[in-house]
């Protein structure tokens, strides 16, 4: 079945580090999600990358999707405490509208 | 923005009891929602999607007994988690998918504790 891996599962900087988590899928994707949740709340949406190649910028965060649309990665520049929280990818595969969530990547911030 | 209301946010049952959860699309019509549970420190994973007016499809492994979801309107869609036990304790979550802008929003889920 569809699966989605992230790496690493948990990453502790300093503030002012950068970080990246990488997402790669078994299968193709039409489109790939990433999300925010922090301890004790819900997902909360940050974007959406669709195009091969994709690059997309918020702020400090920059967000990737492959050639091959299998694999993405969210960078973060200089962290501050304030990005504490699970970092989750979610694909959605070419055959259907369901999408699944990576396995999420803990990122803690040591002021 | 659109918003996706899920209530109850915590419930506490007991054991044999069943629980039902809401999650209603508030200024949006949801073609589609998904249901997911999540296990502390784990990922979300996907238990079954449901599209307005038809049965719902369960992930492998889910049992639909035992997890009956209806999805009678475009903006309501409910969990029900028959006969409880507390192996079914986790945190449930919904996410809608706007029929016509097709972004998906989620719910604040439910953290269900079974006794």
């Known amino acids: 079945g569809q699966q989605v891996m992230q790496i690493p599962q948990y990453q502790h900087v300093q503030e002012g580090e950068d970080f990246t988590t990488y997402c790669n899928s078994s299968t193709t994707l039409s489109n790939i999600q990433w999300y925010k949740q922090r301890p004790g709340g819900h997902p909360v949406f940050l974007i959406q990358l669709v195009k091969s190649g994709e690059v997309k910028k918020q702020k400090r965060l920059t967000f990737q999707f492959g050639e091959a649309k299998k694999n993405s990665s969210l960078h973060i520049t200089a962290t501050q405490t304030t990005d504490v929280g699970t970092y989750f990818c979610a694909g959605i595969s070419n055959t259907g509208n369901q999408f699944y969530f990576g396995t999420g990547t803990s990122l803690t911030v040591i002021p | ?115």
């Open chain 2, 1 to 115: 923005g659109a918003v996706v209301s899920q209530h109850p946010s915590r419930v506490i049952c007991k054991s044999g009891t069943s629980v039902k959860i809401e999650c209603r699309s508030l200024d949006f019509q949801a073609t589609t929602m998904f249901w997911y549970r999540q296990f502390p420190k784990q990922s979300l994973m996907l238990m079954a999607t449901s599209n307005e007016g038809s049965k719902a499809t369960y992930e492998q492994g889910v049992e639909k007994d035992k997890f009956l979801i209806n999805h009678a309107s475009l903006t309501l869609s409910t969990l029900t988690v028959t006969s409880a036990h507390p192996e079914d304790s986790s945190f449930y979550i919904c996410s809608a998918r706007d029929r016509v802008f097709g972004g998906y929003t989620f719910g604040s889920g439910t953290r269900l504790t079974v006794v």
